[in-house]
């Protein structure tokens, strides 16, 4: 944008030294005095009754301090959702997932406290267990909460538009089911905490968390305690990418421990609990069914979902809810219904994941595109075209889309990867080859700005100018990695015309911080960006006051820039050091600022008819994948992914770039490689010898193209980026791989194996 | 979690020997403890006493008359950087540079891989391919055994108590010999799906001789493919030759299913790596030849 010398530079993160030299402190790295270390005692079984939990052997080995069950919690049952509740921090009746909670230990040291978990002496009855979600919804299924009436635990139906108008112009129906599957967070740092009961009964939890406002009332439920008597201090988080969005057990397990104990206590998961109990991304059952017209404008598209939520209830429902919102609003369709089932299992239960039930939709929806493409014989680009949605637009279901630059990334996108001479080399390729092309595109909506599910999206943030010129910034934005911290540093120095180096961000302490929703739905950026930005302008109203006075000129006229405020261009100026001192040497007073975004839409959705409006800006984006296939051994190897993401405004290009690409290594992994294995439901590679992470050597060559739509009510114009990276990758890597070998797969991930086994039966057809 | 155990640090090889003889099961060599460590804490290996061999000056790459011989106790990154290797004996670079990641290759040895005997051990192949042989020391003193008589089974070895493998020997080459290593993995620093190792001359006439074939992770030690080489021993080398070496070599070996690969795949796998893996070494050959 023009006119910004903060906005819009790759300025180094503000935190990056203390990232590349080892210095930033993350949980594993603080030790309090006295701190205890907890180990938690968990369930072998995939569902079984639990008859007797024997802990005197544990108690007895010295060095334990404290050995907890059920009896010793409150007996409140949790899910992020109140009215949802299933799970107890440690289980009293059954255990209903491999890895689930039942008893915990808190020692001197960590080996201590390990060698007494293994002492606590559990007594199970194996129960019949169900790890199909299908299955699951049929009434003879094991009823894994025995005081729920199916395992079916939420249901979502939408309808929107004119049903027999819409369907009466169909020409051809298109039906599949795609199927996507369970896949790990695989944050560098496991999850931890410390909890921390005081003598004055204050806790204090140290967290990695997403969210530390909402991690206070979560344990305030489920401890049965006031809300004001817990401080969360969040802690770098080693990853997150929506894992440390809701609660685990560590935390009130922890608390529960330290208040029998009065020491702090350090719970950290080991590798092979993270994999086994910190959640997934939802695996999604998804028959499409869409109707088009001859000449390729969408007119219905219905789809039922099947979502397998595991053992308890954590975000399933939200994400079908957040999925539902994109479902409907990537193109213009006049009629849309959407049917989820979320469906108790005995597998590990899901939770928040970059994306949040979208890229399970999008390798839907985008998967069938082209299917419906190649039937109309248009060029999946043109049918992507023909029914984009486009700026200020109201969609079937009344949401509003205000920004909205899909049609210019779909076109970015296009000529960056040389889509048309691509496509025409593929389809010229020798039919003998033992190694084939392909090139593949998908397109993409996600949320710019959070969404008004909570009935809320609104935040503060305060600007303090202190005596020595710095600029301190305190807002909830929290720092998962994705650079918030330096984002809103970007924005405030912006607005008040310094240098980077003035600012200092405060982000960390529940007590200190404004209320906030967390850092999800790529929504920092957006809504706490927007706060920063009305608490700067605030401070600079103040500052524009006092350097008036000394430069004899008018507040409002007044330009901040370069550390200079100007009341002309360049000839009537003072800095911003000598207003800052004017205002505590002579006049005697501090400078602040108070700013707030507000949205009031978000007490109104989802009230009434018609109110469908949850999502205050959608981000858009258009990917392109180019494969290369190994037929004799079914490797697929990406060459290329071009990357045209819409960020109303970029805030810093190389940080927006970065979460372009780390997406879309995530949806490399989603589509390629990344295999949840079981048995009776236990994780078969719970490592990351066996579970296949990308490795930087796997990482395609991504082209970012940042597309700039200026948001009306983004921070300069910003949308947030934090998730549509990988959305839509997965789809592209598909339809590039049938491009290549004319194989479409409705599953991912997509392996060699099943590359071999379809090309044979190909043969054999 | 990793159990207590003694940190043993011997003078000599006698002295190492000594004290794996008296300790017995309760003791293992140290060397890089890239895979042994990872037993210990994962797989509930417990051991009363690590015995490291990193002091003893196993750690030259030397060749002369007798052929190559690499101290067990090297590390993959110091085969990587041996310019000796790189220019003699590619085949074996072709497998290092395809082990775990720098990090790991500054600690792994060449000992550790064969001693771990994994069916995937990536060096193993290529060893094979050479004719390897490993030398064994004990307090009675040295022997020497041909690579292939030293994996028993997965994880099991020829050594038996108070032996230490001490080095490994690849006997001289002719100067045309080529030789390539090929491994399926499924993504980068993963360990071998199948990985085939292939060497050969190649006579002025086209003909090939001393075939070796040797397959990695598709039974429970590494193997030689014997069929294949005996039908592509003295024959007229074409593409279509190599392809029914292939098909040979994938019928000899044994995979099992697992989290990693189905058998079935593998065999698949083996076919299509064993006829690149000879076009390679041929082209090798071919390459140095003329």
Redesign the interface.
């Known amino acids: 944008m023009p006119g910004l010398s903060i906005v819009g530079k790759s300025i180094a993160r503000i935190d990056a030294k203390a990232k590349v030299t080892g210095e930033q402190v993350y949980v594993n790295d603080v030790k309090l005095p006295g701190m205890l270390y907890g180990v938690i005692v968990r369930g072998p079984y995939a569902h079984a009754r639990i008859l007797e939990v024997e802990t005197s052997e544990a108690e007895a080995v010295p060095g334990v301090r404290a050995v907890i069950t059920s009896r010793d919690t409150p007996g409140i049952k949790f899910s992020f959702i109140p009215s949802l509740a299933d799970k107890l921090p440690l289980e009293s009746e059954k255990v209903c997932y491999v890895g689930d909670e039942v008893a915990a230990v808190a020692a001197d040291t960590l080996e201590i406290a390990q060698k007494a978990a293994k002492l606590v002496k559990v007594r199970y009855q194996p129960l019949l267990a169900v790890f199909d979600p299908e299955e699951a919804m049929s009434p003879e299924a094991p009823r894994i909460h025995e005081n729920k009436e199916s395992n079916v635990v939420f249901e979502i139906h939408k309808e929107f538009g004119n049903k027999d108008a819409a369907l009466k112009a169909v020409d051809y129906f298109f039906e599949d089911r795609f199927v996507t599957p369970r896949v790990c967070h695989c944050c560098m740092e496991t999850r931890g905490c410390i909890a921390y009961f005081d003598r004055a009964g204050q806790l204090t939890v140290w967290s990695p968390t997403q969210a530390p406002h909402t991690l206070r009332q979560e344990l305030s439920r489920v401890l049965g305690m006031d809300i004001g008597g817990i401080r969360v201090l969040r802690v770098s988080a080693g990853g997150a990418f929506g894992s440390r969005l809701v609660m685990d057990m560590k935390e009130p397990i922890a608390a529960i421990l330290s208040q029998r104990t009065g020491r702090p206590v350090k719970i950290v998961n080991t590798r092979e609990e993270e994999f086994t109990t910190a959640k997934t991304r939802y695996p999604y059952i998804i028959d499409l069914r869409t109707g088009v017209t001859r000449d390729g404008k969408i007119m219905s598209r219905e789809a039922r979902i099947i979502v397998d939520n595991g053992a308890y209830t954590d975000k399933g429902s939200a994400t079908l809810n957040f999925a539902a919102s994109f479902f409907i609003a990537l193109y213009e369709v006049p009629y849309v219904k959407y049917d989820g089932y979320l469906v108790y299992t005995n597998n590990q239960f899901g939770t928040a994941f970059r994306g949040f039930g979208n890229p399970q939709i999008h390798f839907a929806i985008e998967s069938q595109m082209d299917i419906i493409a190649e039937k109309l014989g248009l060029d999946p680009m043109e049918l992507r075209l023909r029914n984009a949605n486009q700026p200020n637009r109201r969609v079937s279901s009344g949401a509003q889309v205000t920004s909205c630059g899909l049609e210019a990334c779909i076109r970015k996108a296009a000529e960056l990867s040389s889509w048309d001479s691509k496509r025409a080399e593929t389809a010229r390729q020798d039919p003998s080859a033992l190694k084939r092309r392909g090139i593949g595109m998908a397109v993409m909506t996600h949320s710019g700005g959070g969404s008004r599910y909570y009935g809320y999206n609104a935040t503060d943030a305060f600007v303090k100018i202190s005596d020595d010129a710095k600029v301190t910034v305190i807002t909830p934005a929290v720092e998962i990695g994705q650079g918030a911290a330096t984002a809103m540093a970007q924005i405030a120095a912006e607005v008040l015309g310094v240098n980077m180096d003035r600012i200092v961000v405060e982000n960390t302490d529940t007590n200190l911080t404004p209320y906030d929703l967390g850092a999800f739905g790529s929504r920092t950026t957006f809504v706490c960006g927007n706060a920063v930005r009305n608490a700067a302008l605030d401070a600079r109203r103040e500052m524009a006051e006092l350097a008036a006075e000394l430069l004899g000129a008018e507040p409002q006229l007044l330009t901040f820039k370069d550390e200079r405020i100007c009341a002309r261009q360049g000839e009537n100026y003072i800095s911003f050091q000598e207003v800052v001192d004017y205002a505590y040497k002579r006049k005697g007073r501090p400078i602040s600022g108070r700013g707030r975004y507000d949205d009031p839409v978000a007490t109104q959705v989802g009230l009434s008819e018609g109110t469908e409006n949850h999502i205050p800006t959608y981000a858009f984006a258009c990917q392109v994948a180019e494969v290369e296939v190994d037929l004799e051994t079914g490797e697929v190897r990406v060459l290329r992914v071009t990357a045209a993401h819409d960020t109303g405004t970029t805030i810093n290009p190389a940080m927006a770039s970065g979460q372009i690409e780390g997406g879309v290594v995530q949806g490399f992994g989603f589509a390629l490689t990344e295999r949840y294995q079981t048995r009776d439901g236990k994780m078969l590679n719970d490592n990351f010898l066996d579970y296949k992470l990308p490795r930087a050597g796997d990482s395609p060559p991504v082209d970012v193209l940042l597309v700039e739509s200026n948001d009306p009510e983004g921070p300069f114009g910003a949308k947030g980026i934090g998730e549509p990276g990988l959305v839509p990758t997965a789809a592209a890597i598909a339809n590039a791989i049938y491009d290549a070998i004319g194989i479409r797969f409705r599953h991912i991930p997509i392996t060699p194996e099943d590359i071999l086994s379809s090309i044979a039966s190909k043969d054999k057809s | 979690?990793l159990s207590d155990f003694e940190y043993v640090v011997p003078d000599n090889i006698a002295d190492m020997c000594d004290v794996l003889k008296q300790y017995g099961a309760e003791a293992r060599v140290l060397a890089g403890g890239t895979d042994l460590l990872v037993q210990m804490k994962?797989k509930g290996v417990q051991l009363g006493y690590l015995v490291t061999g990193r002091s003893l000056g196993l750690n030259y790459i030397t060749d002369g008359p007798q052929g190559l011989r690499i101290g067990a106790f090297v590390t993959l990154s110091e085969i990587e950087r041996s310019g000796l290797v790189r220019q003699k004996y590619p085949i074996i670079l072709d497998a290092v540079m395809k082990m775990a990641?720098p990090q790991v290759r500054n600690l792994a040895t060449i000992g550790g891989n064969l001693c771990n005997a994994a069916p995937s051990a990536d060096l193993a192949p290529p060893l094979l391919a050479l004719d390897a042989e490993v030398t064994v020391f004990s307090q009675s003193g040295e022997r020497r055994l041909q690579l292939e008589d030293f994996f028993l089974g997965p994880g099991l070895t020829a050594l038996t108590n108070g032996e230490i493998l001490s080095e490994i020997r690849v006997p001289q080459l002719p100067p045309t010999w080529g030789g390539a290593y090929l491994k399926?993995q499924?993504?980068?620093?993963?360990?071998a799906i199948v990985g085939v190792a292939a060497s050969m001359l190649i006579s002025h006439n086209g003909c090939a001789s001393n075939v070796r074939i040797a397959l990695g992770a598709v039974g429970p030690t590494p193997v030689r493919a014997v069929k294949a080489e005996a039908f592509l021993e003295g024959q007229l080398i074409n593409e279509e030759k190599f392809k029914r070496a292939g098909e040979i070599a994938r019928e000899e070996c044994t995979p099992i299913d697992d989290?990693?690969?189905?058998a079935m795949?593998r065999k698949?796998?083996v076919e299509?790596?064993t006829k690149r893996a000879l076009k390679e070494a041929a082209s090798r050959s071919l390459a140095l030849s003329s």
């Open positions: 979690m994962r990641s399926q499924r993504t980068a620093e993963d360990i989290v990693r690969a189905s795949y698949r796998v299509v790596l």
